[in-house]
């Protein structure tokens, strides 16, 4: 680790601190770190996010006694961008976030981040624990919201970003926005209204106000190349048998950004897994309306709790 990192929030706990560290390809990260008498979450954001995001979770487990370590994975947040264009989501290839997790944990080490050290994945953050767990990574459990272990896109969709990224690679044209995308897709361009998100009003403009207030931290559509690591990293795991590890695994009603079915197929043979469906909820269980978000909060702590 190095500086420490700026961390531009009042609404997490009190002693909250952030650095900055090295992956071991020399990517800049960005984490922040809370400490808590009862072990450390280890937090992992979904694609666009950024740690101030998560400062009303992490305060929420600091009121019941847990620390928290939060990352901005390579390519969003502050940490290093990949490319020319900041609001390009991109990555070189889906197991460089291996990368990202491997400097977490050191991290963890380095600052005496207080075990147990459960994880609290959202999104594509989830599609990295997963990876991370077939590896070697034995947390005491895990809470998934919404995980990304498939996109809900057709057939011909699917073969049509990966032969566009096999076609465009050879020229570095894969760093393309995917079709339908561009540099305001998605939470910056986006209206309240029948939203993919969230149910919640104020957590919308939240999220909003803080990519407005610090324009550093929003991001675009992906690239190519991201759409299609992606597609070929979830069909990696998929075939892959499911890790020992305790579960929690959250999912809304009207889901729309990753794919119900392949959630329900990896519940289905997570044998210490508890699925549990939010009726009529978005995407974003952790800033959904407070029925939705304290319940998933308070099955996760319970959980972790056990553990």
């Keep these: 680790m190095t500086a420490p990192a700026p ?12 650095f900055w560290l090295r992956a071991s390809d020399g990517v800049r990260l960005r984490i922040a770190h809370w400490p808590g008498a009862r072990g450390t979450v280890l937090v992992l954001p979904g694609r666009t996010e950024y740690i101030e995001k998560y400062a009303l979770v992490v305060a929420d487990l600091a009121r019941a006694g847990w620390g928290a370590l939060v990352i901005d994975w390579r390519g969003q947040g502050l940490s290093d961008r990949l490319v020319g264009d900041a609001a390009l989501g991109h990555v070189g290839r889906f197991s460089d976030y291996q990368l990202d997790v491997a400097a977490m944990r050191l991290a963890a080490e380095t600052l005496g981040c207080r075990a147990p050290m459960p994880v609290l994945a ?17 947390p005491p459990a895990a809470a998934f919201s919404a995980p990304m272990w498939g996109l809900p896109l057709s057939r ?6 990966r032969t566009m990224a096999h076609a465009t690679r050879p020229l570095g044209r894969d760093t393309a926005y995917l079709p339908t995308t561009g540099p305001q897709y998605g939470l910056p361009s986006m209206a309240y209204e029948d939203n993919p998100l969230t149910r919640d009003h104020d957590q919308f403009a939240r999220m909003q106000g803080q ?19 992606a597609l070929s990293e979830m069909a990696a795991l998929a075939r892959l048998p499911t890790p020992d590890v305790p579960a929690l695994i959250g999912l809304g009603g009207n889901e729309r950004i990753v794919l119900p079915t392949a959630i329900r197929a990896r519940a289905a043979r997570w044998p210490h897994a508890e699925l549990v469906d939010y009726p009529a909820a978005e995407h974003e269980l952790l800033m959904e309306v407070p029925q939705t978000r304290d319940d998933f909060l308070s099955r996760a702590l319970s959980l972790f709790g056990r553990a």
């Design 7 to 18: 961390l531009n929030t009042n609404e997490g706990p009190p002693g909250g601190q952030a």
């Design 122 to 138: 959202h999104s594509m953050g989830g599609c990295i624990a997963l990876r991370a767990f077939c590896e070697g990574l034995q």
């Design 156 to 161: 011909a969709m699917r073969l049509g970003i």
């Design 211 to 229: 990519i407005r207030d610090t324009p550093a931290l929003a991001l675009g559509g992906p690239s190519l190349r991201w759409g299609a690591a």
